[in-house]
């Protein structure tokens, strides 16, 4: 009787601990994390006089082993599901180095001393990056303080235009319409914004081409890129503004008859013959309202409707109209007023 009542006490705490562990896997489903389904029948822990057990019969013990082995299961099933969160985890940090990879458009503030060079090195880029994303007038001579805008990957920055498409900034840089929108995100190739500012990968090249070529920033400002017209480092015999009691529109640039003159920018020739006191005058549109006045020729070599590049050779000075003696009158106007030249000539 001993041995049936104490059994019976061992079969009431294996019941209550089996009604603890059927409760809490109830709490497991119910959270979502697993357990049995809800219509196992739950084990009662009533107290009964158990019979005689056969004597091959499992032990005690041998009971608390399977329960071990059970728990060891139940916890290789937690340790299962574990790579699938570690998946998902895994897919999240994959999300977030791509984005981190995304290029980036940074600021850099030139220090003494700094070149270029340089500061493409520091950046894991190359010099045609810096100069298609930047109003660099002379690659040589960085100003202290002045601000570059970095691109983090080989390419260029291009800023929308009012009427343009992905097809047509796709078409000057030639690179595909998928690499642009692909590396700037766009969903809808057919949906880019005015003023919106797009990273055309691998165009560092073809950017910076047009850069150097540039005479108006994305701002509006004429830039400092001009070529000299004629003989480095002649003379400036008489400068821009109030002259005899008259305003100057341009500078004299003192050379002999017959000296070699050359378009300051690439455009167009929308004149070249005599013109009044300007004597023999060819005229050169460059786009974006800018032209340029070379006037007292001796004879041009271009004709109207000509496009040339810069410092393409297309007149030689001379003594013609009103003229003091021979020189070179050099004219740049923007938007039809005429600047001083000296402020927009390269140094």
């Known amino acids: ?9 061992v079969l009431f705490f294996l019941g209550i601990a089996a ?6 896997s109830d709490t497991a489903n119910r959270s979502g994390v697993g357990g049995p389904d809800d219509d196992l029948v739950v084990i009662s822990a009533t107290a009964y006089e158990e019979p005689a057990l056969p004597a091959d019969a499992p032990s005690a013990s041998s009971d608390d082993a399977a329960a071990v082995a059970a728990a060891e299961t139940a916890a290789g099933g937690a340790t299962a599901a574990a790579p699938a969160d570690a998946g998902g985890q895994e897919a999240v940090e994959d999300a977030a180095e791509k984005e981190e990879q995304r290029p980036l458009i940074l600021k850099h503030v030139v220090q003494r001393g700094e070149t270029l060079w340089e500061i493409a090195l520091k950046y894991g880029i190359d010099v045609d990056t810096i100069v298609a994303n930047n109003d660099i007038p002379d690659i040589d001579r960085l ?27 796709s078409r000057t840089y030639n690179v595909s319409i998928d690499e642009i929108a692909a590396v700037n995100g766009i969903a809808d190739p057919s949906r880019i914004q005015v003023n919106q500012q797009l990273i055309i990968p691998g165009a560092q090249a073809a950017a910076a081409a047009l850069r150097r070529e540039a005479l108006v920033s994305s701002s509006g400002q004429l830039l400092r890129n001009f070529e ?37 920018a690439a455009g167009t020739v929308t004149y070249a013959g005599p013109m009044g006191t300007y004597g023999i005058l060819v005229i ?29 050779l297309i007149a030689y000075s001379g003594n013609t109209g009103n003229s ?4 070179l009158h050099f004219e740049i106007r923007y938007r039809g007023t005429a600047v001083n030249p000296l402020q927009y000539l390269k140094r």
């Open 1 to 9: 009787m001993r041995t049936s009542s104490l059994v019976a006490v």
């Open 19 to 24: 009604m603890a562990t059927q409760m809490g």
């Open 143 to 169: 100003q202290i303080g002045q601000e570059l805008t970095i691109l983090t990957i080989r390419g260029a920055i291009h800023t929308v235009r009012r009427g343009e498409s992905l097809w047509d900034i």
């Open 228 to 264: 000299w017209p004629t003989i480095s480092g002649a003379r400036i015999s008489s400068n821009f503004g109030q002259r005899w009691g008259r305003m100057h529109y341009g500078i004299d640039i003192a050379v002999p008859i017959g000296t070699q003159v050359y378009a300051a």
């Open 284 to 312: 050169i549109d460059h786009g974006n309202g800018v032209e340029t006045r070379y006037a007292h020729l001796s004879r041009p070599v271009v004709s109207v409707g000509q496009r040339v590049k810069r410092g393409q």
């Open 324 to 327: 003091t003696g021979p020189h």
